[in-house]
């Protein structure tokens, strides 16, 4: 399959885009009544309810996930940033020795 190597990211992101749609058509379906169906109007309180809560926002989380990335970015940083700060107060080479004393 290495003709499909040029291709990959292209191939990757239809995959995730139609993952997307498919788990955001199953929320829209139970609480926005699109497409109709038998479990419009789902009660969030119930099983399948909850699921519709999830799948829509999963669906868009997986169908748009430019701001997803962002905020693992940002914890990333926020993440270093603690760590920095935690070397620089306790005059520690590496966090090993924080957790050691």
Avoid: D, W
Wanted: some cysteine; glycine content about 8%; charged content about 10%.
């Amino acid at each position: 399959m290495t003709f499909l190597k040029p291709i990959a990211p292209q191939l990757l992101s239809l995959l995730r885009f139609m993952s997307g749609l498919l788990v955001l058509q199953h929320g829209s379906a139970k609480y926005l009544n699109f497409p109709a169906g038998p479990m419009n109007n789902a009660s969030p309180m119930t099983m399948s309810g909850a699921a519709g809560v999830i799948e829509l926002i999963g669906g868009i989380a997986i169908f748009a996930p430019r701001f997803a990335r962002a905020r693992v970015r940002r914890g990333a940083r926020n993440a270093n940033a603690q760590a920095m700060l935690m070397l620089q107060c306790c005059n520690a080479a590496s966090p090993v020795e924080i957790n050691a004393a």
